[in-house]
């Protein structure tokens, strides 16, 4: 007995040609909407914000000043007794640039990361300053404007009007003070509930 193997032809199948995906390294590049600033939970039941300041103390100026004559004062010296170039004016003209780049290299203002938690019972401020929450008798802190532009959480706490932090923009285009009472406020609303009248 003999087999017979019948083939067909196999059908033509026509498809459109399909546009690859991009490479998975370009798709998993997700730029960060929240520049220098974070919220995340704690152990302790609270809610914590980060975000970058500028640190305004004296003795940062203070700091700027010493350093800036210090070398200021060295370059001079060394300008006025020990310059290969014997010519007057030269020697005037590249101590102003030593003054000029000194003071370029010390008036960058200090950046800082503030940090205030939100806990049930409590508001912390960088991890030391605490404000219980039954002291704020008479409203929750609020962010109000200042005469600079700046927004400052302050209210009652106690019988005292406090000034807890200053939010500062980094720029014109610096939303940080309007998302940051936001999330203060929600995280308020979370955990305190609601005011006492």
């Not at 975000?51 to 700091?63: A, F, G, M, N, V």
């Not at 004016?89 to 950046?111: M, R, S, T």
Request: charged share 20%.
């Amino acid at each position: 007995m003999s087999r017979i193997v019948v083939r067909t032809d196999r059908p033509l199948v026509r498809r459109a040609p399909q546009v690859a995906a991009p490479p998975l390294a370009s798709t998993a590049f997700q730029p960060d909407p929240y520049v220098d600033y974070g919220r995340f939970l704690t152990p302790e039941g609270g809610i914590l914000l980060i975000y970058k300041d500028l640190d305004e103390r004296l003795r940062h100026t203070l700091w700027r000043l010493f350093a800036w004559s210090g070398f200021t004062g060295l370059e001079g010296w060394f300008l006025l007794h020990h310059s290969p170039v014997q010519i007057g004016w030269v020697n005037f003209i590249a101590f102003l640039a030593a003054c000029a780049v000194n003071w370029l290299i010390v008036a960058k203002p200090v950046e800082l990361y503030r940090r205030i938690e939100i806990r049930p019972d409590c508001l912390i401020i960088d991890g030391s300053d605490v404000f219980w929450r039954r002291l704020m008798e008479v409203s929750w802190p609020a962010l109000q404007a200042n005469e600079e532009g700046n927004q400052v959480l302050c209210g009652i706490y106690g019988t005292r009007f406090v000034e807890y932090l200053t939010l500062r923009r980094f720029d014109e285009l610096d939303r940080m003070p309007e998302v940051f009472a936001a999330h203060l406020q929600d995280a308020m609303r979370q955990l305190w509930h609601h005011p006492q009248s």
